[in-house]
């Protein structure tokens, strides 16, 4: 990248939000809460609870895996399963597994007004358990490991927090997915000040991540549980605001040794993922322009600056590898050769954003056959 003094600060501007960028992984990485594999929590009422909605290739799968973590639970433990009006042959095989030990199937109503599919799921999931004392919300392409559920709870309990998101290890294969899923934990903790996050109510210091979402049973209904956040496309993010704006306190969390999650299988699947949900990501469509052009001048500028020999773009480009490798060797993910290509996935994850901006203008948001926004 080359030109005049406007070219040059760019540069400068976008090395030096990388470099900040790297001193808060490092802190972050040095800080960020983990669940401990051998934690033996209280015994309580556990509701371990399960949406799904045309997930017959992996459902089985991820019951069977929770109900075998659930036997490890000191107390009593119950998984609860909500079929959201399935139409691909779910039904069928959660018909067979309600007779498991520890499992119980419910059948979800229709979606009422002014609620979104996964709320109303995860609402009905919470009401049919109102004896619990934690709440553990799952999603049907985590596995769990066998002390996942228990180091989970471990960590909401010893953390004196009410809300915990142990963000599972991200399974990536092939191009598009090895290029993108990375940032899924990168973004947080390259931006997020973990330490001031748990402590401050401020929206803005919030991420979550319902893939494995832990939360003490009496902090999620003084916050209104999933009512709250009805008509939320995000409602991992939205539920931690309403605990934290509740009084309580909560966190996302390092949990690459107690889960796993592919959450997409190859290009397609991925843009239809990110395209649903990226448009409500950063508040307002301000607010993902300024976000985009931020990324873009902090990971992306300094590599092109870089490849027509600048040093401070070098500086720059090389600390953005720098925090994905601090940031992958944390969270059990790929640090090389993957992390070279940081400003590609900046690239990428930007597009992404306008796509999904523009599908939200046009009107076609969907997601397994319903709409992702609630009309006001």
């Given amino acids: 990248m080359r030109g005049g ?7 400068r501007a976008g090395t030096a939000l990388s470099l900040a960028s790297l001193a808060l992984t490092v802190d972050n990485v040095r800080r960020v809460r983990a669940p401990a594999t051998g934690a033996t929590p209280t015994p309580e009422h556990l509701a371990v609870l399960l949406p799904v909605r045309d997930e017959v290739a992996g459902v089985e799968r991820c019951v ?11 107390g009593t433990a119950t998984v609860v399963v909500l079929d ?12 067979r597994l309600a007779g498991t030990d520890g499992v119980d199937v419910v059948h979800g109503s229709p979606t009422p007004d002014g ?12 009401d049919a358990v109102p004896d619990a004392d934690v709440l553990v919300f799952v999603d049907v392409d985590v596995d ?10 471990g960590l909401l309990r010893s953390s004196g ?22 940032l899924l934990q990168w973004s947080w903790m390259s931006t997020l000040p ?28 003084r916050a209104g549980g999933h009512a709250a956040v009805r008509a939320e496309v995000l409602e991992d993010i939205a539920l931690l605001r309403a605990v934290k704006g509740s009084g309580g306190r909560g966190v996302v969390a ?66 953005g590898v720098a925090a994905r490798v601090l940031v992958a060797r944390r969270t059990g993910g790929r640090a090389h050769p993957d992390a070279w290509a940081h400003p590609l996935s900046v690239a990428l994850f930007s597009a992404l954003t306008v796509d999904s901006l523009l599908a939200r203008r046009r009107g076609t948001l969907r997601w397994k056959g319903r709409p992702v926004e609630v009309t006001r």
Avoid: I
């Avoid at 609620?115 to 919470?126: E, M, R, T, V």
């Avoid at 769990?144 to 709870?153: D, E, K, N, S, Y």
């Avoid at 322009?289 to 992306?300: S, Y």
């Fill in 161 to 182: 927090l009410d809300l915990v998101c142990p963000y599972p290890r991200q399974e990536a294969h092939g191009a598009a997915e090895r290029l993108v899923q990375p």
């Fill in 144 to 153: 769990v490991a066998p002390h996942g559920l228990t180091a989970t709870v």
């Fill in 115 to 126: 609620w979104l599919g996964k709320p109303w799921a995860c609402q009905q999931l919470a």
């Fill in 64 to 74: 069977r895996g929770l109900v075998a973590a659930a036997s490890h639970w000191p």
């Fill in 254 to 319: 390092e949990g690459s040794a107690v889960a796993s999650c592919r959450m997409y299988d190859g290009w397609p699947d991925l843009r239809a993922g990110y395209t649903k949900s990226l448009w409500a990501a950063f508040g307002s469509p301000a607010g993902a322009a300024a976000v985009t052009a931020t990324m873009l001048l902090a990971h992306v500028v300094p590599f092109l600056a870089a490849l027509g020999g600048s040093r401070t773009g070098l500086a720059g480009y090389l600390s």
């Fill in 5 to 11: 003094g406007a070219g040059r600060w760019a540069v």
């Fill in 194 to 221: 973990l330490g001031l996050a748990e402590r401050s109510p401020r929206p803005s210091l919030t991420a979550a991540n319902g893939q494995l979402l832990a939360v003490d049973a009496g902090a999620y209904r």
């Fill in 84 to 95: 959201d009006g399935s139409t691909d042959g779910t039904t069928d095989v959660l018909h």
